[in-house]
Nanobody
Framework: QVELVESGGGSVPAGGSLRLSCAAS????????MGWFRQRPGKEREWVSC????????GYLDAVKGRFTISRDNAKNTVYLQMNMLKPEDTAIYYC??????????????WGQGTQVTVSS
């Protein structure tokens, strides 16, 4: 079965960095798009970034542009989110997700359990 396991979250001061990882199994990782989402306290879950099967990035949430970078390693079945210059408003639970398609547009089918990121001011 499909399994997505996020790791790399934690508590950092503002201006710090974290790299989130999402290890995938149960499907052909190299053939599908992968996405990162987050849910900030009291807010709806929001899309952060997506990377297509061919490692083409689909863009970023405006609030994280220039600070976050998505990447994937198909040999390791892992997608990453490098987060630099973190701000307190980046505090959220971060989720990875996948959909049964090569490209980013459309419904997201499978989700990980999430990893907490806390940025202190």
């Amino acid at each position: 079965q499909v399994e997505l396991v996020e790791s790399g979250g934690g508590s950092v001061p503002a201006g710090g960095s974290l790299r989130l990882s999402c290890a995938a199994s149960g499907f052909t990782f190299s053939s599908v798009a992968m996405g990162w989402f987050r849910q900030r306290p009291g807010k709806e879950r929001e899309w952060v970034s997506c990377i297509e099967w061919n490692s083409q990035s689909w863009g970023y949430l405006d609030a994280v542009k220039g600070r976050f970078t998505i990447s994937r390693d198909n040999a390791k079945n892992t997608v990453y989110l490098q987060m630099n210059m973190l701000k307190p408003e980046d505090t959220a639970i971060y989720y990875c997700a996948t959909r049964d398609a090569k490209y980013c547009a459309g419904h997201w089918t499978y989700w990980g359990q999430g990893t907490q990121v806390t940025v202190s001011s």
